[in-house]
């Protein structure tokens, strides 16, 4: 398994610690195992993509969407005064 750090609120990283201690276990073990369970199948994994797309739009996604913004409300602007 590769080595990767994540940070997690605090109510959820009290409640993995908790059932992980309950288990004789390590937190590690318990978001791990997660993982695996709730990315098991193709369409949870579709989904979570989906979700991650609108939630966080890919880098130069986002970066099309602010620029388009901008032109749409430069428009705007020159539009304004006329009649």
């Known amino acids: 398994m590769a080595g ?3 940070s ?3 109510k959820w990283s009290q409640f993995l610690k908790r059932l992980a201690d309950g288990h ?7 978001v791990s195992e997660l993982c695996e369970w709730v990315f098991s199948d193709f369409d949870s994994k579709l989904e979570f993509d989906v979700w ?3 939630a966080y739009p890919p ?3 986002g970066e099309e969407e602010a620029r388009d ?5 430069s428009e705007e ?3 304004e005064g006329r009649i």
């Open 4 to 6: 990767l750090a994540v």
């Open 8 to 10: 997690l609120p605090e």
């Open 24 to 30: 004789g276990v390590d937190v590690s073990t318990v």
């Open 52 to 54: 991650l797309d609108r």
């Open 59 to 61: 880098k130069r996604q």
């Open 69 to 73: 913004a901008g032109e749409e409300a």
């Open 77 to 79: 602007e020159g539009t």
